[in-house]
């Protein structure tokens, strides 16, 4: 899972957003059920999961910003610098932070409006129906946020 998360990471910063509340649920549910030991080594598996992609990650992305001329010697990846590594989550966080007023701002309802729609799609559909709909026809099984969680 460490893994995955370091890619959904790399992919998008952003994606810790998401990440957060499954990760909480699984916590929650190990602190629960798993001795103290079994939990510690299930996260520092996690732990060291994350930080060896991403590491990976690194490189390879450094690798592949370097020039091409680097790419054809032998023992190029060898030979990489600690700076020569390129963290994207970090270099995209840099720019949007240094760039945000020449985007310009938008109003905060454009998120619920269109965001939330493009990003879920039809997931839209299954959370309305199982959080309102269910809810409010009585069900006892409304308001479930994470229905495959167990």
Request: hydrophobic fraction near 55%; glycine fraction near 6%.
């Amino acid at each position: 899972m460490g893994a995955l998360v370091a890619l959904g990471v790399a992919v998008r910063p952003t994606f810790v957003v998401f990440a957060v509340s499954p990760l909480a649920v699984r916590a929650l549910h190990q602190v629960a059920e798993l001795p103290a030991r079994s939990f510690f080594a299930a996260w520092s598996a996690f732990a060291a999961a994350f930080a060896f992609t991403a590491y990976a990650l690194a490189v390879a992305d450094g690798a592949y910003l370097a020039s091409v001329a680097k790419l054809y010697h032998d023992d190029a990846l060898a030979h990489t610098r600690v700076d020569a590594f390129v963290f994207t989550p970090l270099r995209f966080l840099a720019y949007n932070a240094a760039h945000a007023h020449e985007h310009g701002m938008h109003p905060h309802w454009l998120h619920t409006c269109i965001n939330v729609p493009l990003l879920l799609g039809p997931t839209l559909a299954g959370l309305v129906y199982t959080n309102v709909w269910a809810t409010l026809l009585g069900g006892k099984d409304g308001c479930r946020l994470f229905p495959l969680v167990t």
